[in-house]
């Protein structure tokens, strides 16, 4: 069973759209396209770049691969040369977490329009927790939306006004990469 559908729920699970579901049911390997738009600043590019979130991309192929370890999923997505990979599970006090790089992000799934939103985020850096104050705030939802699993992740700073990071694209939940090559 996934993280997905433990955090979820037998009903929460069947609630979600289809294209939602098949994401999250089980193990596989989906194409589509991302964006990944990225902050000018330098210093904080770096940053990103330490946590493993790739580089600015425009509309780009997109494999995303989501396997099962154990209790853990492990998510890598490959796109123009570049390969983000992320490790989830399930916290203790039953929320989702996951690892990038140095950084564990934290947050709850909250089911929204046939799609989930996630909510109350929270961080730890080096296993230290992040003050609230000096925390990412984070945007991230996912819906169904013509027949494909759309996303938007939108990453941002308490002192800056823009987002430093946003990655939004859809994946083709129809077929896995070992029907579509």
């Excluded at 230290?128 to 705030?137: D, N, Q, S, T």
């Amino acid at each position: 069973m996934t993280v997905y559908a433990r955090l979820l729920g037998e009903d929460a699970m069947a609630a979600l759209a289809p294209e939602c579901r098949a994401l999250h049911a089980g193990d596989g390997v989906f194409h589509g396209r991302i964006t990944v738009e990225v902050t000018r600043n330098p210093v904080l590019r770096a940053g990103l770049r330490l946590a493993g979130f790739p580089l600015a991309v425009k509309d780009a192929e997109l494999r995303f691969e989501k396997r099962g370890r154990d209790d853990r999923d492990v998510w890598t997505r490959s796109m123009a040369g570049q390969v983000m990979e992320t490790v989830q599970w399930v916290t203790p006090g039953g929320g989702l977490a996951e690892r990038m790089g140095a950084m564990v992000a934290m947050s709850r799934l909250v089911p929204a329009e046939g799609g989930l939103d996630l909510a109350d985020w929270r961080f730890r850096f080096l296993g230290l927790p992040l003050p609230k104050w000096a925390a990412p705030r984070v945007s991230a939802s996912e819906r169904p939306e013509a027949g494909r699993y759309r996303f938007d992740i939108s990453i941002g700073l308490p002192w800056e006004r823009a987002p430093v990071l946003r990655y939004h694209g859809w994946l083709d939940v129809t077929q896995t990469a070992d029907e579509s090559g």
